[in-house]
């Protein structure tokens, strides 16, 4: 590989790195603040979010591991393979805990509080996913990166997640529909397990 591009793919990793130490800052926050709202409101949705934030916190120092072993070319395939299954598997993981709890909720037809931390956070988290989503998706087609993409990916469902949080905790602090929490969270699930089964097939998004 001539030394141009070597030094190329060491800017673009470095890039990688400093988009997944963003990641896990804002995840550690983002987690510690939805799960602590959630559980004072009783909101399902709401701990998902921070359970998510979390997973995604897993799936960024997974990455970080990624882009500081590119360098490594006898094992960067191998490298590659193993972190888009960790990404995938904590994809399955927080469906299958959503699927569990919003089912429960609902069965027990169990409301939650009003929240308004968990409003202006998820109104936070659908500004700040997509840009971070875009510059990952970025570094992650310039490296050939699926486990980069993968991640991206993963902050772009945080986004999503954001919306569908955002109106289960309107229409429940406005309208008082009960309901509205669990069914959000429900909402999730077959988005966050389809992309779950593809990472840990070794398959991701290449848009």
């Not at 904590?90 to 409301?111: D, G, P, V, W």
């Not at 875009?134 to 919306?163: H, I, T, W």
Request: aromatic content about 8%; overall charge positive; hydrophobic content about 55%.
């Amino acid at each position: 590989m001539p030394e141009s591009a070597i030094s190329d793919r060491a800017t673009l990793a470095k890039q990688g790195r400093e988009l997944e130490y963003f990641t896990i800052a804002w995840n550690a926050l983002e987690g510690l603040v939805a799960i602590a709202a959630g559980w004072v409101a009783g909101s399902i949705s709401l701990v998902a979010f921070g359970i998510d934030s979390f997973i995604e916190l897993a799936s960024g120092v997974t990455l970080l591991w990624r882009m500081v072993t590119d360098a490594n070319i006898d094992r960067r395939e191998r490298n590659e393979k193993l972190a888009l299954r960790i990404v995938g598997t904590c994809f399955l993981l927080l469906a299958a805990y959503i699927c569990f709890e919003s089912l429960s909720h609902l069965i027990r037809k169990q409301s939650a509080d009003r929240s308004l931390p968990g409003i202006i956070l998820a109104c936070f988290a659908l500004v700040v996913m997509p840009l971070l989503s875009r510059a990952k998706q970025k570094v992650g087609r310039a490296l050939n990166s699926p486990a980069m993409r993968a991640d991206a990916r993963q902050s772009e469902f945080c986004a999503y997640l954001s919306v569908i949080l955002l109106a289960g905790l309107v229409l429940n602090a406005v309208f008082g529909f009960w309901w509205a929490d669990p069914a959000a969270a429900l909402i999730m699930v077959p988005i966050i397990a389809n992309e779950g089964i593809q990472s840990v097939r070794g398959k991701t998004c290449a848009c």
